[in-house]
C-alpha cells in the first residue's frame, strides 16, 4: 500500500508563492513518476504538473507554466510544486498522485493524497 500526504497549502496573497511538497511511504519511491493535480470548486479536476522518475522530465499544464516549478527529492521520498506568482484562479484543492509514467493525465495515476487547500486571494 502507498501513502501519500501533502503538506504546505494555506491562504496567500495573490503574487505571493508557497511550496507544497508531498511525501510517499510504502514502496520504492524513486522507481515511480510523481504528478499533481488540483481541483477548484464546481470544475473538474485538472493536471498540474508531472515528474518522471529520475526528475529528468517534467511536463506542465499551460496555466502554470513559467509560474510553478515541480521537483523531486528521492531520498526523502518527497515531491514538490513551488508555486509562484500566484493568481485567484489557481486556488483549489491539490493532489499529489503517483504511477507508473509520467503523465498529464488522471488515469495514469493509481495512488491519490488526500490534498491540501490553496487559497489565492486577490
Known amino acids: 500500500q502507498v501513502q501519500l500526504v501533502e503538506s504546505g497549502g494555506g491562504l496567500v496573497q495573490a503574487g505571493g508563492s508557497l511550496r507544497l511538497a508531498c511525501a510517499a511511504s510504502g514502496r520504492t519511491f524513486s522507481s515511480y513518476a510523481m504528478g499533481w493535480f488540483r481541483q477548484a470548486p464546481g470544475k473538474e479536476r485538472e493536471s498540474v504538473a508531472a515528474i518522471s522518475w529520475s526528475g529528468g522530465s517534467t511536463s506542465y499544464a499551460d496555466s502554470v507554466k513559467g509560474r510553478f516549478t515541480i521537483s523531486r527529492d528521492n531520498a526523502k521520498n518527497t515531491v514538490y510544486l513551488q508555486m509562484n506568482s500566484l493568481k485567484s484562479e489557481d486556488t483549489a484543492v491539490y493532489y499529489c498522485?503517483?504511477?507508473?509514467?509520467?503523465?498529464?493525465?488522471?488515469?495514469?495515476?493509481?495512488?491519490w493524497g488526500q490534498g491540501t487547500q490553496v487559497t489565492v486571494s486577490s
Open positions: 498522485a503517483t504511477g507508473p509514467t509520467a503523465t498529464m493525465s488522471d488515469f495514469s495515476y493509481r495512488y
